[in-house]
C-alpha cells in the first residue's frame, strides 16, 4: 500500500535560510508524488509533482524537490526562505489505482526575521 | 477560470445534529473528492466520485455520512448525526480523469461540533 511519511511535524528558519522539508514513501510500484501547500484558511495549491520524469523537480515559488529512489524519498527544498512562504506543507503520493491522493501529516514552516 | 467552490465556509452544530456541505467543481471536471482534514493531521479521502458514480467509498463511515453528485456536476456531503470528532475542515477537490493531472483543492468548510 502507498503512504508518505513527513520528518517533523513543525520546522523553523530564519528569513534567507535554507528551506529543508522531508518526506520518506512507501510504494509497491513506481510512485507518482506530490508537494502541497495549505495557507491559512486557504485550500491545498500543488507547489510540484514526480510522475518518473527527472529526478529533480522544479515547483512554484522557488521550491524543487529530488526524488531518490535508494532513499526512498523526495524532500522539498528552497535556497532562501521568505516571510511568506510559512504555511503548512503536505506530501502526497497517488494511490496504487492512480486515481486518489495520499497525504502525509504535513510538516507547518516558520519564518523568522 | 473559476476554482473549486464550497460553502458554507463556517459551520458550527451541536452534537446529534445533521449538516449539510455543498460543492462545485471546475467545469469539465469529471472526478470529484470529498476530504476531511482533522486538525494536525493531513487529509483523509472520505469518497471518490467519476461523473456521478462512486468510484471508492471505502472510508466514508456509512453510517452517519453520506454524499451524493447529481448530474455528475455538483455535489454534497451530509451528516447525521454529528459526532463531536467530526469537528475539522471538509476539503472538496476536482480534476480531470486523465491520470497525473492537478487536483484543485477548494477552501474547504470548517466544521465545529460542540
Known amino acids: 500500500a502507498q503512504s508518505v511519511t513527513q520528518l517533523g511535524s513543525h520546522v523553523s528558519v530564519s528569513e534567507g535560510a535554507l528551506v529543508l522539508l522531508r518526506c520518506n514513501y512507501s510504494?509497491?510500484?513506481?510512485?507518482?508524488l506530490f508537494w502541497y501547500v495549505q495557507y491559512p484558511n486557504q485550500g491545498l495549491q500543488l507547489l510540484l509533482k514526480?510522475?518518473?520524469?527527472?529526478?529533480l523537480v522544479k515547483g512554484i515559488n522557488g521550491f524543487e524537490a529530488e526524488f531518490k529512489k535508494s532513499e526512498t524519498s523526495f524532500h522539498l527544498t528552497k535556497p532562501s526562505a521568505h516571510m511568506s512562504d510559512a504555511a503548512e506543507y503536505f506530501c502526497?503520493?497517488?494511490?496504487?489505482?492512480?486515481?486518489?491522493?495520499?497525504f502525509g501529516k504535513g510538516t507547518t514552516l516558520s519564518v523568522s526575521s | 477560470e473559476a476554482g473549486v467552490a464550497q460553502s458554507p465556509r463556517y459551520k458550527i452544530i451541536e452534537k446529534r445534529q445533521s449538516v449539510a456541505f455543498w460543492c462545485n467543481p471546475i467545469?469539465?471536471?469529471?472526478?470529484l473528492y470529498w476530504y476531511q482534514q482533522i486538525l494536525g493531521q493531513g487529509p483523509k479521502l472520505l469518497i471518490q466520485?467519476?461523473?456521478?458514480?462512486?468510484?471508492?467509498d471505502s472510508q466514508l463511515p456509512k453510517d452517519r455520512f453520506s454524499a451524493e453528485r447529481l448530474k455528475g456536476v455538483d455535489s454534497t456531503l451530509k451528516i447525521q448525526p454529528a459526532k463531536l470528532e467530526d469537528s475539522a475542515v471538509y476539503l472538496c477537490?476536482?480534476?480531470?480523469?486523465?491520470?497525473?493531472?492537478?487536483?484543485?483543492f477548494g477552501q474547504g468548510t470548517r466544521l465545529t461540533v460542540v
Open positions: 466520485f467519476q461523473n456521478n458514480g462512486v468510484v471508492d
Open positions: 502526497a503520493v497517488l494511490n496504487q489505482a492512480g486515481t486518489a491522493l495520499i
Open positions: 514526480y510522475t518518473s520524469a527527472a529526478t
Open positions: 477537490a476536482s480534476r480531470l480523469t486523465v491520470m497525473n493531472t492537478e487536483a484543485f
Open positions: 467545469s469539465g471536471h469529471a472526478t
Open positions: 510504494s509497491s510500484v513506481p510512485p507518482y
